[in-house]
Structures are given as structure tokens and as C-alpha cells.
């Protein structure tokens, strides 16, 4: 039997009159004759329109409106208890007879109504169908009026189109431009500053957009099939928009470091026949939309879901060819699961056959910039990409996308300046910046770029084919000999260099200025650096490539590109700020009006110095007895909520917070003389460390029983001090001092907890030891004094 879905699905007049009839009788609403005759007119009228693909009768549906009879005065309450379909008669009613535009679209969502009803479809769509246009009428809210911006005059225009579906792809076009302005502005770490209202105003769109689709997709082919798209933003996308949206998504969720898409068929590639691995994390929620029970063990944020987030499902797709499998060339490397674990270490070989060492990079440096000089070279316009993606560990792939490099938003140029900025996708934060709190003013980060190139570059005639590139590295390989030279290798230079070789450097600031998503490096979210900070190492690092200045590297010294700021996580916060958080949370205990509520404050408190001196994700029920070793001085936490991913790892306890603790148990033995029978045995048991027992407890609403900690007793109880709604900022707070006072970034990704896959400190792999993490220790004991805790 063909298939059908494709077909478009029109109505007779006569088809929507006995639609109307049916509704009106349907309904357990009193219809009046004016109203099922002014529904059969609207109907009639907006169906021989779009038939015939004219204009609405403009003057016709006034005059249906002017006829109409309603006796009540708008309201949300009467607008309510009509049935969907009266909804937006009854506001064409109360429309003035200038508003053309307003009764046309009106009408049309009846008629569509009609369609989608005499059709069967969900009642989804019918109710999205009539609330789509009727509350932009009735609303006045910014996130429903907007649409009239994009809605065009359809009495004006002369001819609407040659195919009798117009509306449908009148959205289906509206809402590629939206998707592909959330996918580039939002996602691809791009150089727009947005506002938070903004983000959500563009995502309000993309769904009203995309309910408004569905809805005339299927009352013109109701028989059209529905298959489900795991990613459906890219349903819409324009075909080059989708096609490197989709490819720099793939990049930001990190497979380009085993395996590059576009170039895995090229023969001048020598990893070409390794098998190709990919990792595949789950979706990422929408936050917005996420409603929090005081027990929820949901993350309540894109930086705490990064934080937890589980081990990728790592897919190799194919194997290596049967004649090569066993007879592996020199510079090939089998890429198993094992071998993609090691690669991605924190400490990799020098002698890695995957990576060229510091003489070969800054050799093929030096010869991308003298090519990049000939014009006549045949060459040219490949070494300028090659280039340009060295300098920036941008994917060659994207680089050589027509419009990429102009549109994206990723490259900004002026007159005689240009820089690349992104967004670090970290959360808005509510609160105004203000320098005593907030030790961050921006999430972005801007780097100087070479003007000329990236001008040069924006137009498409001067961009090189993908054969071009594939040549042009073959040709780089025989001349210079460098057999191990590939487009991969180009693309990770940067990281390599800013990594490895620049004092003052690490790979958590080579993953921030080589924009390595957090999924691969959740650090990022818990960053706090000056961008002028990040231009040095990054102009460190181009200096120690261009080491027989080819290239004209004054561009990053230029005034115009070096505007300082702070940049980072938006909820780190001051060590004087944090002082005085402190001192008045010991004035709120001092201030209990009894022993219960002094216990409920104290522990409070002494939970809060935890969550600051150890770096422990705020869960509910921390302090297991069994975790604590309070002789010794050791935490051994497995903090991430999903079973499935926990690990262990040990945090060394300073001295201040060891007496603190054991102060703490000295407390509660003094209290035990008030205490119910029943709080009075489970202090005992915590004495006695019996398992399944925390610490830190406060007492129920009743008193009568002692109740594990839990982030929402935390909000609730220190509402009028907490400078965030969650605890979760202490997190960001120990782990940006931890970097301002130098720790290692090995233990500082030890102790918080921010190893990468198979890299845990206490894993197979690690060669940390438990003397080096105890030397952290001492750190947390100088943070603590520049606290002023008190004992």
C-alpha cells in the first residue's frame, strides 16, 4: 500500500460545517445560533483562502466579528470556562476592527482547530493550537506578545504562496531560525553576553515555535507518521546549519579527542584504520522546568549535574581491518577502550606516537606561517585554516564550513582588532556582581586573534576544500618529515602546548581556553581567573610555537583586546565575604531562645564548616560515622547521588576542623541530660559509630528524634544569611582557593573529586599516593585560619 503520510489533507466547506455541528453538540456547553453560525463563516471563509492561496477576506471576518454576541466582560476566569474553540471567538469579539492582524490569526486557529478535531489528533494539539494565539491576544506577558513581531499581514500580501500548506512552512522556517540561534548562541560557546531572561525567552520561543509546527504538520498530513527524534532541535535546522551544528555539538561532548568525524576516510590520516570510539553521555534535563521535593536527590543545576555526572557509555563501532589487525604499522595505535582510557591521563608520555614533540609542533608551526604568507602557493588557503585552528584548537572541520567563522558568533572582529570569546555555560547568577562577594564579574573568556586572518578567512572564497587540506598535510609530511603528522594532531596542539610546556599552566587552564566541555572536564564550571591571566598563558603559549617569529604575534599585546576582568564560576565567593557569613552565623546560634533550637543552629554551623574545610558535595545525610576517622584525620566520601558511578576517594581533615568535629561530639554529650529517651539513644549509638549514623543530625520538628541533614533543612533554616537559595557554593569556594594558593592540579582534582574517567586517585591507573593527598591537609588548615574559625 503507498504511502500517504506525505500528502496534504484539505477539507471541503461543507466538512467543516459538520465539524462545527458535531462540537457544538459534542460539548457540555450551550452553543447559541450566532456562535455556530459565526464558527461556519470563519470557517468557510479562512478554508477557501488557504485553498485558493489569497488573502483573507479581511473585510469579511470584521463583519463576522462585529456580529458577534457575547454578554460577558473579558476575563481569565470567563475565558476559561469556554470550550477551547469559543476561547478565541470570544476575543474576536472584544478586538477593535484596526487589529487585521489579530482576527486573521485568531481565525486561522480556529479553522486549524476544526481541522485537527475532525482529524482525531491529540488533544494536545488542540489545546496548543488555540493557546498559541490566544494568549498573545490576551496576555500582555512579554514571553506570549512576542510573536506578533515575526506573524506577517496576510491581507496585505499579494500571493502567499504556491503551495496551499504556507502556514505550516511559514513556522517550520521561524522556528529554524530560532533553533539555530539557541544551538549557536547558547551551546557552541559563542561571544554573545546574554542576559538569563533572554536564554529562557529564546527557549520559551523554541517550544511555542515547535507545539505550533506539530499542530499545522498535522492538520495538513494527518496521516503523516510521528517518529521520535532523540535530538529534535535538528529536525529544523537549515542543511549546513544542521550539519555543523551537529558536528561542533559532537566536538563540544568531546569525542574529537578519540575520533574526528570528518576526517576518519581520509587516506593521508594515520590513525585512519583505528577502530572509532565514541562516548555518549545522557541528555542534559532542562532546569527550568524542574521542580524540587525537599527529599529530591536531583541536581539542582547544569554545574552540579556536570559535577555528578557518570561515566560516558563508550562505543567502539567498528574494528580494524582483518589484513591490518595483527600487522600494525609503527605510528598506528589500536584504540581500545583501555588504550582510550590511558590517552586521556592525566600525565601522558612524551613519547605518546598519538602526539609530536615540542620541535615537530613548533616546526609545523613555523611552516603553517610562512605558507600562510604565499599567496601564490597553491597551498595557501589550507595553511591559513591549519593555522588558525593550531592557534585556537578549533576543529578544521567547522573552520572550513562556509559561514562558520563569520556567522557562528565564536570569532568577533573590529577594524584593526578581532578575539574569540565563548561562554563557559555556566548558570546565571541571580545577584548583581559586587566585588565583595563575588570573586567572578563574567563567565566568558576573550582571547586576541589575528584580525587579518580571521577577515580573511570570513569570506568563502578564500576557504580550502577538504581535498585541499588532505593534500596539503600529505605534502607537510614528505617535506618536513613528520610521519605522524595528521589534522588531529593540528587541532590539539594548542592543548598539548598549554598542558605540558608553560609554566604556570596546567590542563585545567588548557581546557578552558581550548574549551573542552565540562563533561570531559567538570573543573571548568569551578573556575576563577583573571582573563588577562588566561591571554598570558595562552600568548606564552603562541610565543613558544612561533619561536622564529613567522607570524606577526603583536595582536595579543594590543590594547584595544586586553580589557581585565574576573571570569570563573558565578558562585565562588570572597574569603572576606565568607568571614563574615561566618561571624554572623555564630551570632544567630549565640541568639537561640533554647537548647532545642541552639542544637538545630549549632549543627548548622558545624555543617556548614564541614562542607567549607572539606569540599564535599552538600548531600543529604553527610557525616556517616563510618566515613570519619577522627583520630587519624580522614573523610573517605562517596558523594555522587547515582550508585552507579560512586567512588570513593579520601580527604584529609585540617586540625581546625578535627576539633571542630570533636568538639561537636562533646556537644552532644552534654546535651544528652535533655534529651527524649529516643535522642538520647541515638546519641549513644553515634558514640558507638554504629553504622548507618551521621555525625552531624538536627532534631525533629517535634524534638522527640534526631533527622540526618539535608540540603533543604540547610536552605530553609539559614534563609536569612545564605547568600544562594542552595549549599552547593561552598563547593566552588574551597576549590578556587585550593587553586589561588597553588595545590597541585593533580590533588586538587583529587580531593574534589574532578579526576577524569578512570583516573581516580585510589583507581588502577592513579600513581598518587595517600601521603601526597595528606599533604593537602596543610592547605585547608591555612584556608581555615584565613577563616577565623572558631573552635
Known amino acids: 500500500m503507498p ?383 591549519l593555522l588558525l585552528s593550531m592557534m585556537t584548537a578549533v576543529p578544521v572541520e567547522f573552520l572550513i564550513t562556509t559561514g562558520f567563522i563569520a556567522d557562528s558568533g565564536l570569532f568577533t572582529v573590529f577594524e584593526d582588532t578581532a578575539y574569540l570569546q565563548y561562554q563557559l555555560q555556566i548558570t546565571d547568577r541571580k545577584q548583581e556582581y559586587d566585588a565583595s562577594i563575588h570573586e567572578n564579574q563574567e563567565s566568558i573568556i576573550r582571547l586576541p586573534m589575528p584580525s587579518g586572518l580571521i577577515k580573511l578567512l570570513s569570506d568563502k572564497r578564500n576557504l580550502p576544500s577538504k581535498e585541499d587540506i588532505s593534500d596539503y598535510i600529505r605534502a607537510i609530511k614528505e617535506e618536513v618529515d613528520l610521519p605522524y603528522l595528521s589534522i588531529v594532531r593540528i587541532e590539539t596542539a594548542l592543548h598539548i602546548i598549554l598542558h605540558r610546556y608553560i609554566q604556570g599552566s596546567n590542563q585545567h587552564i588548557a581546557d578552558l581556553i581550548c574549551r573542552i566541555p565540562a563533561s570531559l572536564a567538570p573543573s571548568t564550571y569551578y573556575s ?40 570563573g564560576s558565578g558562585f565562588a565567593l570572597t574569603l572576606e565575604y565568607v568571614n563574615t557569613f561566618l561571624q554572623n552565623l555564630w551570632v544567630w546560634v549565640d541568639d537561640s531562645v533554647n537548647k532545642e533550637e541552639h542544637f538545630n543552629r549549632y549543627s548548622a554551623l558545624v555543617w556548614i564548616q564541614f562542607c567549607l574545610l572539606t569540599g564535599t558535595r552538600p548531600n543529604n545525610g553527610l557525616t556517616n560515622v563510618k566515613d570519619i576517622d577522627l583520630e587519624v584525620g580522614w573523610y573517605e566520601v562517596a558523594d555522587k547521588p547515582n550508585k552507579a558511578v560512586k567512588n570513593h576517594r579520601l580527604i584529609p581533615l585540617c586540625p581546625t576542623l578535627l576539633a571542630i568535629l570533636k568538639k561537636y561530639q562533646l556537644f552532644l554529650v552534654d546535651y544528652q541530660p535533655y534529651a527524649t529517651a529516643k535522642v538520647d539513644k541515638m546519641i549513644h549509638q553515634i558514640k558507638q559509630e554504629q553504622d548507618e549514623l551521621t555525625l552531624l543530625n538536627m532534631l525533629s520538628d517535634n524534638y522527640d528524634k534526631l533527622i540526618k541533614i539535608k540540603r533543604s533543612h540547610i536552605s530553609k533554616l539559614l534563609a536569612d544569611y545564605m547568600p544562594f537559595e542552595d549549599s552547593y557554593w561552598t563547593r566552588h569556594f574551597l576549590r578556587t582557593q585550593l587553586e589561588k594558593l597553588n595545590v597541585s592540579m593533580i590533588l586538587i582534582n583529587t580531593v574534589i573529586g574532578h579526576e577524569k574517567n578512570r583516573q581516580e586517585a585510589l583507581g588502577q591507573f592513579s600513581s598518587v599516593n595517600k601521603q601526597q593527598i595528606w599533604q593537602v591537609r596543610d592547605t585547608f588548615e591555612e584556608i581555615a585560619q584565613q577563616m577565623n574559625l572558631r573552635m
Not at 610565543?543 to 584595544?560: C, G, H, K, R, T
Open 528 to 567: 576563577s581567573h583573571s582573563n588577562d591571566f588566561l591571554i598570558n598563558r595562552y600568548r606564552q603559549a603562541i610565543e613558544l610555537l612561533n619561536y622564529d617569529n613567522q607570524l606577526d604575534d603583536s595582536f595579543i599585546s594590543q590594547p584595544s583586546t586586553r580589557t581585565d576582568f574576573t571570569t
Open 3 to 385: 504511502d500517504d503520510g506525505n500528502q496534504i489533507v484539505l477539507l471541503t466547506d461543507n466538512q467543516l460545517i459538520e465539524q462545527v455541528d458535531f462540537l457544538s453538540v459534542e460539548d457540555e456547553y450551550n452553543y447559541t445560533e450566532n456562535w455556530i453560525a459565526s464558527l461556519k463563516e470563519i470557517a468557510t471563509s479562512i478554508n477557501s483562502s488557504i485553498q485558493q492561496r489569497s488573502p483573507p477576506l479581511i473585510e469579511q471576518l470584521i463583519a463576522i466579528k462585529n456580529g458577534l454576541l457575547f454578554q460577558e466582560e473579558v476575563s481569565k476566569k470567563t475565558l476559561n470556562a469556554l470550550p477551547p474553540i469559543l476561547q478565541p471567538l470570544f476575543l474576536l469579539a472584544n478586538l477593535s476592527d484596526d487589529e487585521h492582524k489579530e482576527i486573521i490569526w485568531l481565525c486561522i486557529s480556529i479553522h486549524t482547530y476544526l481541522l485537527l478535531s475532525h482529524h482525531k489528533k491529540a488533544r494536545t494539539h488542540l489545546t496548543n493550537i488555540i493557546n498559541r494565539f490566544k494568549l498573545p491576544v490576551f496576555s500582555k506577558a512579554k514571553n506570549n506578545r512576542w510573536i506578533w513581531r515575526i506573524l506577517p499581514k496576510l491581507d496585505e500580501l499579494e500571493e502567499l504562496s504556491n503551495t496551499v500548506d504556507f502556514i505550516y512552512l511559514f513556522f517550520v522556517e521561524q522556528l529554524r531560525i530560532v533553533a539555530y540561534e539557541q544551538e549557536v548562541r547558547k551551546e557552541l560557546l559563542t561571544n554573545t553576553e546574554e542576559s538569563d531572561a533572554t536564554i529562557k525567552l529564546r527557549s520559551k520561543k523554541f517550544k511555542q515555535l515547535d507545539a505550533i509546527v506539530k499542530c499545522f504538520e498535522q492538520a495538513y498530513y494527518p496521516n503523516k507518521k510521528i517518529t521520535r527524534q532523540r535530538k529534535k532541535k535538528d529536525k529544523y535546522l537549515d542543511p549546513f546549519k544542521s550539519v555543523a551544528t551537529e558536528q561542533l555539538a559532537s566536538f563540544v561532548d568531546g569525542s574529537t579527542w578519540v575520533e574526528n568525524s570528518y576526517w576518519n576516510l581520509s587516506r593521508y590520516d594515520i590513525e585512519n584504520e583505528a577502530p572509532h570510539l565514541y562516548y555518549q553521555y545522557p541528555s542534559i534535563p532542562n532546569f527550568d522546568d524542574e521542580l524540587y521535593s525537599p527529599n529530591s536527590r536531583k541536581p539542582r543545576n547544569i554545574e552540579e549535574y556536570i559535577d555528578t555526572l557518570e561515566r560516558p557509555l563508550i562505543v567502539s563501532l567498528d574494528l580494524p581491518d582483518k589484513k591490518v589487525r595483527y600487522m600494525q604499522p609503527l605510528q598506528r595505535i589500536e584504540k581500545n577502550v583501555h588504550h582510550s582510557y590511558i590517552s586521556q591521563r592525566e600525565l601522558e608520555l612524551n613519547s605518546n606516537v598519538r602526539t609530536l614533540s615540542v620541535a615537530g609542533l613548533k616546526q609545523v608551526f613555523g611552516r603553517l606561517a610562512i605558507d600562510s604568507h604565499r599567496y601564490d602557493y597553491k597551498y595557501n588557503k589550507a595553511s591559513l585554516i
